[in-house]
């Protein structure tokens, strides 16, 4: 079980040469071209959080930022073992999410 939060972007200030996205938080949460969502977080008790934002670039690529922070067990091997599965684990992640993207046609 997790809880996750979603921040509210910020008042949004129309500018003559900024066009925010739907989804863009606005305010501090974008600038330099680059639009950011609003984050959001989710906190696994004992276990650790993870925050995801939507970017779009200059460019107009678009990622998702992700940032987890994951609880470690205090002995060293045990923890090196779970940075190895954590790392395992993302890379299958993230192969998965692209094939399955990729069968979707984008
Ligand atoms: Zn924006």
């Known amino acids: 079980m997790f809880t996750t939060t979603v921040r509210r972007p910020a008042a949004r200030r129309s500018s003559v040469d900024t ?8 305010g501090h949460h974008c600038g330099l071209g680059e639009h950011r969502s609003a984050p959001i977080t989710a906190k696994l008790p004992g ?6 934002t939507r970017v779009q670039t200059a460019r107009g690529r ?45």
Do not use: K
Request: proline content about 2%; glycine content about 6%.
């Open 19 to 26: 066009q925010h996205l739907d989804w863009c938080g606005g």
């Open 47 to 52: 276990a650790g959080t993870v925050v995801i």
């Open 62 to 106: 678009q990622y998702a930022d992700v940032h987890l922070s994951v609880a470690l067990p205090d002995a060293d091997t045990a923890a090196r073992y779970q940075l190895s599965a954590l790392l395992h684990h993302l890379t299958r992640l993230m192969s998965a999410i692209n094939r399955h993207h990729a069968r979707a046609g984008r």
